[in-house]
């Protein structure tokens, strides 16, 4: 929440992160991440899929065409510098070697995430240990 001028204050929405799993998920209809997400929708949230999630998914044929209507759904994140950065000191500290799930993770804190959605809640937990603010959920 943040402070707007003559002490108003403004709701600034819910971020969400995606991880691919989440992407493929909704994209093959799952029944639970498709109506978590369509009530986000309802809601406003910002819902953000991280650049690398495109490497992830995407393979350049006609079988992306579920992955490319849920991206047309959501923002997706350029990677920036800061986020790569960040997705080093969570590797260097948890010991991790997947780039992708910290390139997730870094996204979430660099962005103000509230909440990322993965089908590897370990895997994200481990990294964003240290961050209680961000909720992590299983699809």
Excluded: C, F, Y
Aim: aromatic content about 0%; overall charge positive; charged content about 25%.
């Amino acid at each position: 929440m943040a402070r707007a001028a003559r002490g108003r204050t403004v709701l600034t929405p819910e971020r969400v992160i995606l991880d691919s799993g989440a992407v493929i998920a909704w994209s093959r209809g799952d029944v639970r991440t498709r109506a978590t997400l369509q009530r986000a929708i309802e809601l406003g949230l910002d819902i953000r899929v991280p650049v690398v999630v495109l490497a992830q998914t995407l393979r350049g044929s006609a079988r992306d065409a579920p992955v490319n209507r849920v991206l047309k759904s959501v923002d997706v994140l350029a990677t920036a510098e800061a986020v790569g950065r960040g997705a080093g000191r969570l590797l260097g500290r948890t010991s991790g070697d997947n780039v992708a799930d910290a390139l997730v993770a870094a996204e979430a804190v660099e962005s103000g995430a509230t909440t990322v959605l993965t089908s590897d809640p370990e895997d994200l937990a481990a990294l964003l240990t240290d961050r209680p603010e961000i909720a992590i959920r299983r699809v």
